[in-house]
């Protein structure tokens, strides 16, 4: 069982930063067997891809955050992070990290709640005009 803690959410004004942290705790595979990703959920929507990296390091984004947002996966410390720069209002949503192993996937698929079995608790962010 993978256990998924985020932090670093907070409040924030337009056009600020912030950095998502997930601390992953593994207990079958090498942390460097897991491709990841980070999802958001705002009230009344649904959960949304935003980041992911599959097990080469290979990164993809949605639209919405190309080019502000930057997903990387620290194999020596077990964590995935997001820094997230130019922050805007739409960005505002509960964050949640996403994680699995050995399952199947396509380039496609990695930014789909689907594709994923273990998730965090997930952390706010809310982003003021």
């Known amino acids: 069982q993978v256990q998924l803690v985020e932090s670093g959410g907070g409040s924030v004004q337009a056009g600020g930063s912030l950095r998502l942290s997930c601390a992953v705790a593994?207990?079958?595979?090498?942390?460097?067997?897991?491709?990841m990703g980070w999802f958001r959920q705002a009230p009344g929507k649904e959960r949304e891809g935003v980041a992911s990296?599959?097990?080469?390091?290979?990164?993809f984004y949605a639209d919405s955050v190309k080019g502000r947002f930057t997903i990387s996966k620290d194999n020596a410390n077990n964590t995935l992070s997001l820094q997230m720069n130019s922050l805007k209002p739409e960005d505002t949503a509960m964050y949640y990290c996403?994680?699995?192993?050995?399952?199947?996937?396509?380039?496609?698929?990695?930014?789909?709640?689907?594709?994923?079995?273990?998730w965090g608790q997930g952390t706010q962010v809310t982003v003021s005009s």
């Open positions: 996403a994680a699995d192993v050995n399952g199947y996937w396509t380039t496609g698929s990695l930014l789909s709640a689907g594709t994923y079995t273990y």
């Open positions: 593994l207990y079958t595979y090498p942390f460097t067997s897991y491709y």
């Open positions: 990296i599959n097990t080469d390091g290979l990164t």
